[in-house]
């Protein structure tokens, strides 16, 4: 009832006036998660829900392709278990939360939900691989895991978050370093071609890297308000992690080796980052292949004669052309109907009215551009498909253009501190690969850490942008969620 | 190494020899789950996964037709929401693992990992629903749940196991009963088609009922050994459990009333009972319809000129007719890869050697009779896909019975025992409807409880078959997993 009096685009704030009420605002009213009983954990709601379960299907298929198959481990890991691997331990320990008793009983030893599972992952290839026939295991799992955060945000950042997290060991490095590489590329393929989101990729500083990691790569992705967000990364492990667990294998000629390990991640967090791409101030925007629903038909004067039967007609000749769509025939006003589509974030709305069924025709309007097309209604099935693909086109290209227009370089601390002040972005600079200098730089410009090394491109300078030594390194700078 | 020199089909028991060791020995040996570090808690590896899959693929799809909406809530729940409906609680807080610490803190009041998520669904409701518009709720979720079990045994009863739970809620009694019945109904035609699993269903007695459920439905299949297995149950609530939780709702008319809720779920359970229902004493048997693979192509010797290029193209065919195939290309003999395809219980197998090469022809091996049929090359794809048909429905088939040859009643307990101890399976007898009665009869027949109440048939007298007073039930005994 309250929802009926309210004005729906009113209850969000704007972007450029507050972007992380803004962000909120568009949360709540499109309603895609809400906090929980319990401090920090969300609820996903169906229509957050539903933008995961599409991640998943897309992503899961191409896992599958390369060879990916899918398990599923314990929630619980034993204390001894997890402190196997010390920089590991040392990462994670801090953030877990501890199960003490099971039933009416006090366990002996304390059990973690899992932050992350290398360790039972090792724990299992211990016991069950042991010749070269064994390797090598290419392993997924889609699941949740919590981590004991002090400040929440939803999608962003809470303390039980869903993700899937491949884990993979080889007879080689070159093989396991081909993997890292190769599901780095998923990931970069996924997010541009699916989520239309434009990123810079590169390896993390030994400082940036997952705890027990020898090489993270990372895809970073850029908000509309500046900032990055880790938006999915690969990691490459060496020997390190599987000798700790004592993973070995035979190889044909009976001789004793070390495995090499990989892991790689995506998580609900890409939800915000959908969000805070793409969106505006009329709410979501959503990118059509991930788009719970793609088309949302809206019938005007809905009273009138034939206008539900044809909109009905309509919808169903859309869906048989393998669309996601559906139609509002609620008894709200059109104007109302068009700004939940919108804060919705469905990509296009049709309307039909009786003027339109008189003329033969509908209007389709696009949700990222508002730009409206009268079409004959017999064609609507078909415009429709192809209008979603240039959608899709056109919000990447628009997100490209955003995030080229906020790369820059510079060569002192000083041009480096403006310019973290007036433009925000990723800023490219050089660095002598001393962590004094990137703790430096991200207390000099209030936040901006290294996002990534750039590895493919000429040096700016040969000096330290901070210290002014010898430059080891060019790195993409930035601040981040 | 190993692997290649143990006898594969020797290694596991004979089903009739020891039907606890035989399953035993078959999950094992399909590498289907093992156990983890954390007692009671399964590995489930890629094998037994990649059926979890399909299931929540199939069963996933029929739900969404029904209109459900899938979302993902907290695995946490704390002490104070557990306890607000009595039955509830009492049900289940003896059986659940407590957080106490999160990071470096001890906790102000302890969480159990969900058991069950009724509460955090009502809860969540008690803030959001408000109004006659907000109903009903029809959700879902696949998540894994935490119950901490004494004895536990592979997919049967583990402490943590995966499933999915749908919780509703509706305006009026009997929306939400037609919702209990209708979930009810969707589990049985997925049970009975997509796995070829037969069973008995009904209504459950008040002591086997769900905690704090008001009515409890049931799905009951049979094992082998002739022991039932609980394969899903759909649960009607009435408005006890939501007014526990004060979740009420505005008419049209500005009245406040209670709402009715129902929940419904499955588990990897299930897969034990695929198991045991289709399994024989070569390893597992899988229906078609959520076999990981249905058809596996074997080259036999494989070295001779053009028989692998041949199998190759032919599993390229049998994949463009939509099939589910692979080929098994290693070096192992025919019979070892025939063994091997057997334990994993790939529906059927495609055996290719230069002799059929030569006649043009290839020889399909069903999994579940054993029955060849020489076919020509061409022909393969579609008399596969024909033949997958064929076996599905026989396998449906023969299970049914199975258990229809192991459905019986008795007049009298001595009769009763009799039966239990001869011809395991189903029982039919009156009841007076006394827990006690249902008791002493689980006692006196060495552990048949009641499976569920029998309402569509004529009574078989008018007296107890326990204590001779009058029957108000009909009901089917047997004992279970």
């Given at each position: 009832?309250?929802?009926?009096?309210?004005?729906?685009?009113?209850?969000?704030?704007s972007?450029?006036?507050?972007?992380?009420?803004w962000?909120?605002?568009?949360?709540?009213?499109?309603?895609?998660?809400?906090?929980s009983?319990?401090?920090?954990?969300?609820?996903?709601?169906?229509?957050?829900?539903?933008?995961?379960?599409?991640?998943?299907?897309?992503l899961?298929?191409?896992?599958?392709?390369?060879?990916?198959?899918?398990?599923?481990?314990?929630?619980?890991?034993?204390?001894?278990l997890?402190?196997?691997?010390?920089?590991?331990?040392?990462?994670?320990?801090?953030?877990?939360?501890?199960?003490?008793h099971?039933?009416?009983?006090?366990?002996?030893?304390?059990?973690?939900?899992?932050?992350?599972?290398?360790?039972?992952?090792?724990?299992?290839?211990?016991?069950?691989?042991q010749?070269?026939?064994?390797?090598?295991?290419?392993?997924?799992?889609?699941?949740?895991?919590?981590?004991?955060?002090?400040?929440?945000?939803p999608?962003?950042?809470?303390?039980?978050?869903?993700?899937?997290?491949?884990?993979?060991?080889?007879a080689?490095?070159?093989?396991?370093?081909?993997?890292?590489?190769?599901?780095?590329?998923?990931?970069?393929?996924?997010i541009?071609?699916?989520?239309?989101i434009?990123?810079?990729?590169?390896?993390?500083?030994?400082?940036?890297?997952?705890?027990?990691?020898q090489?993270?790569?990372?895809?970073?992705?850029?908000?509309?308000?500046?900032?990055?967000?880790?938006?999915?990364t690969?990691?490459?492990?060496?020997?390190?992690?599987p000798?700790?667990?004592?993973i070995?294998?035979?190889?044909?000629?009976?001789?004793?080796?070390?495995?090499?390990?990989?892991?790689?991640g995506?998580?609900?967090?890409?939800?915000?980052?959908?969000?805070?791409?793409?969106?505006?101030?009329?709410?979501?925007?959503?990118?059509?292949?991930?788009a719970?629903?793609?088309?949302?038909?809206?019938?005007?004067?809905?009273?009138?004669?034939?206008?539900?039967?044809?909109?009905?007609?309509?919808?169903?000749?859309?869906?048989a052309?393998?669309?996601?769509?559906?139609?509002?025939?609620?008894?709200?006003?059109?104007?109302?109907?068009?700004?939940?589509?919108?804060?919705?974030?469905?990509?296009?709305?049709?309307?039909?009215?009786?003027k339109?069924?008189e003329?033969?025709?509908?209007?389709?309007?696009?949700?990222?551009t508002?730009?409206?097309?009268?079409?004959?209604?017999?064609?609507?099935?078909?415009?429709?498909?192809?209008?979603?693909e240039?959608?899709?086109?056109?919000?990447?290209?628009?997100?490209?253009?955003?995030?080229?227009?906020?790369?820059?370089?510079?060569?002192t601390?000083?041009?480096?501190?403006?310019?973290?002040?007036?433009?925000?972005?990723?800023?490219?600079?050089?660095?002598?690969?001393?962590?004094?200098?990137?703790?430096?730089?991200?207390?000099?410009?209030?936040?901006?850490?290294?996002?990534?090394?750039?590895?493919?491109e000429?040096?700016?300078?040969?000096?330290?942008?901070?210290?002014?030594?010898?430059a080891?390194?060019?790195v993409?700078?930035?601040?981040?969620?």
């Amino acid at each position: 009832m309250a929802k009926d009096n309210k004005k729906l685009v009113q209850s969000i704030t704007s972007r450029e006036e507050d972007f992380a009420q803004w962000y909120t605002d568009v949360v709540r009213e499109a309603e895609l998660c809400d906090y929980s009983s319990v401090k920090g954990c969300l609820n996903y709601l169906p229509n957050g829900y539903a933008i995961w379960e599409n991640i998943q299907a897309d992503l899961d298929k191409r896992f599958k392709e390369t060879g990916v198959e899918n398990v599923y481990l314990p929630m619980l890991i034993p204390e001894n278990l997890l402190q196997k691997e010390a920089d590991h331990v040392e990462g994670f320990a801090p953030e877990v939360a501890w199960v003490t008793h099971g039933g009416m009983e006090r366990l002996q030893e304390r059990l973690c939900i899992r932050p992350t599972s290398e360790t039972l992952f090792c724990e299992l290839w211990s016991r069950t691989v042991q010749s070269y026939r064994d390797l090598p295991k290419v392993w997924n799992q889609w699941n949740s895991v919590l981590r004991w955060e002090k400040t929440t945000r939803p999608f962003l950042r809470s303390r039980e978050f869903l993700w899937q997290e491949g884990h993979t060991i080889h007879a080689t490095y070159e093989e396991a370093e081909e993997r890292t590489l190769m599901m780095w590329k998923v990931y970069r393929d996924f997010i541009s071609e699916s989520l239309a989101i434009p990123f810079v990729a590169g390896r993390k500083t030994e400082s940036e890297k997952f705890a027990g990691a020898q090489d993270t790569y990372t895809v970073e992705a850029l908000m509309h308000d500046g900032k990055a967000l880790q938006a999915a990364t690969s990691h490459f492990f060496g020997n390190g992690f599987p000798d700790a667990y004592d993973i070995k294998y035979l190889d044909k000629n009976n001789e004793l080796h070390s495995v090499y390990e990989t892991s790689w991640g995506l998580s609900t967090r890409i939800i915000g980052a959908i969000i805070m791409v793409h969106g505006d101030d009329s709410g979501l925007v959503l990118p059509p292949r991930i788009a719970p629903k793609q088309v949302r038909v809206i019938p005007v004067a809905q009273h009138k004669e034939g206008v539900l039967d044809r909109s009905e007609e309509l919808l169903a000749a859309i869906r048989a052309e393998g669309l996601r769509a559906d139609i509002d025939e609620s008894e709200k006003s059109p104007g109302w109907k068009f700004s939940e589509q919108e804060m919705l974030g469905i990509p296009v709305r049709v309307e039909l009215g009786p003027k339109d069924i008189e003329n033969g025709q509908a209007v389709l309007v696009r949700r990222d551009t508002r730009e409206k097309t009268v079409v004959s209604i017999d064609d609507v099935p078909a415009v429709l498909k192809e209008l979603l693909e240039t959608v899709q086109q056109d919000m990447y290209d628009r997100a490209k253009a955003f995030l080229d227009s906020h790369i820059d370089e510079a060569q002192t601390m000083d041009e480096m501190k403006a310019k973290f002040t007036d433009n925000r972005g990723f800023i490219k600079a050089m660095w002598c690969g001393d962590e004094s200098c990137e703790e430096m730089i991200k207390t000099e410009t209030g936040g901006a850490g290294s996002r990534c090394l750039i590895e493919d491109e000429e040096p700016i300078s040969d000096r330290c942008v901070c210290c002014g030594k010898p430059a080891k390194y060019k790195v993409f700078w930035g601040k981040a969620y």
